[in-house]
Every structure is written in C-alpha cells, then in structure tokens.
C-alpha cells in the first residue's frame, strides 16, 4: 500500500535528550515536511524539503534538525535546545513543493518528562 | 500567521448539510484556498481547493464569493464520521520562500450529531 509512515505512534524521553522520529513515503514524492501541533492548536511547520539533498527551515526550527538523505524519508531530530518538545509531530509529502495536496502520516505524540 | 478566519466550533445534525465558513479578506490574486480537516489524533486530510470558480468533488462543495474575500466548505449529507476539526487554508502558488507553505489556523471543530 502506498502512504507515508510515522513511527512510533508514541514516544516517551527524558529531558535533555535528542530524539529522532521516523517519516518514511512509498509515494515518490519530491517534497516533505514536518509540523509540529500542540493541544488545541492548528499545526506549525517545523522543516521542509523540496527535494533530496535539500532542505529549508520553516517557521519554528530552532532546537530541531533534519536530513533528506534518500528521498523517501525525512527523519526529524528533536534536539536538546528544544525548550518545549512535547508534542504531536506530523509528517507530510507531496508531489512537488507548491503540489496542490499533501498527504500526512499518523503522527508521532512525544512526552519528554 | 493564519490569513483566515473561522469560527472556533459549529454543530450540525446527521444527514443534513454542514456548511463550515472562512473569510479571508486579505487573499491576494495567486493565493488558492484549500480545506483539510483532522479527526482527532489523526494526521490531516485534504478535501478540496480552488482559486475563485466553485468546486465539487465526492468529498464536499467549495463555493468562494465573487470577491473572493470569503468561502463556505459544504458537506451536503454529513455523518458521525465527518467529526472533526476543518482548517480553511489560503496558499500562495508562486515559488518562493515559504508563500507555498500550508499554514493551519485553529480551524473548525464540527461536531455532527446523530
């Protein structure tokens, strides 16, 4: 089945430690992108990449990091200098970076106690 | 920050029409508006955009006002399964820093009733 993967669904960590969570896509879709999503609150990107090799940062970056290796994954690093890193993590794709649907993943909910 | 605006939360009873609005007064002329919407805990899921001319798919109805100032999303028959909140989104598609980017406001929390 083609989508896009999030693993795992939940992630718990101590604080001060870097966490790195998975997005993977069978899609073949040149761009992805992460976002972060805190309790009643809409969705807030994080990092995005229009192709392998690329990224940019969008507009809540600092204390996250990421790599575009091979195109069919996207991992996200929550990094120790994130001051407030609980959340839900969202993954998309689309087609191209100005593509007129993304598609999402399930999600990652990380806790940092 | 959002370029839209949406009301916090609506109801709607099972099989009639929900009709979610948004307004967007500042939409400029290379800006699409596009509708997703989030089950709970669940990734979003895109249900339909467009640029002034009404739309139609097998999801819902976009109908944008000729000014394009303002837009009503319509399920025409909704069911339980269409609780969820709805994000009116409005999304530049010029290449260019981040105009593309979708930006997610609080959305629409409708709450379909049996």
């Known amino acids: 089945d083609g989508g896009i993967t999030q693993s795992p669904k939940y992630l718990f960590r101590k604080e001060g430690q870097n966490v790195t969570l998975s997005c993977e896509q069978n899609l073949n879709h040149d761009a992805m992108y992460w976002y972060r999503q805190d309790p009643g609150q809409g969705l807030r990107l994080i990092y995005y990449s229009q192709i392998v090799n690329d990224f940019q940062k969008g507009d809540i970056a600092e204390g996250y990091s990421v790599s575009r290796e091979k195109k069919e994954s996207f991992p996200l690093t929550v990094t120790s200098a994130q001051k407030n890193p609980t959340a839900f993590y969202l993954c998309?794709?689309?087609?191209?970076?100005?593509?007129?649907?993304?598609?999402f993943g399930q999600g990652t909910r990380l806790t940092v106690v | 920050d959002a370029k839209t605006t949406q009301p916090p939360s609506m109801d709607c009873a099972e099989g009639r029409a929900a009709n979610l609005p948004c307004n967007h007064s500042?939409?400029?002329?290379?800006?699409?508006v596009y509708w997703y919407r989030q089950i709970h805990s669940q990734g979003p899921q895109y249900i339909i955009h467009?640029?002034?001319n009404n739309e139609t798919n097998e999801m819902a109805s976009l109908i944008i006002t000729e000014d394009r100032k303002s837009s009503t999303l319509i399920l025409p028959h909704a069911t339980l399964r269409d609780t969820a909140v709805y994000y009116c989104?409005?999304?530049?598609?010029?290449?260019?820093?981040?105009?593309?980017?979708?930006?997610f406001g609080k959305g629409t929390k409708l709450s379909v009733k049996p």
């Open positions: 998309a794709s689309s087609i191209r970076l100005l593509d007129t649907e993304a598609f």
């Open positions: 467009g640029l002034k």
């Open positions: 500042t939409i400029s002329g290379n800006e699409y």
């Open positions: 989104i409005v999304r530049g598609y010029l290449y260019g820093g981040s105009q593309g980017n979708l930006i």
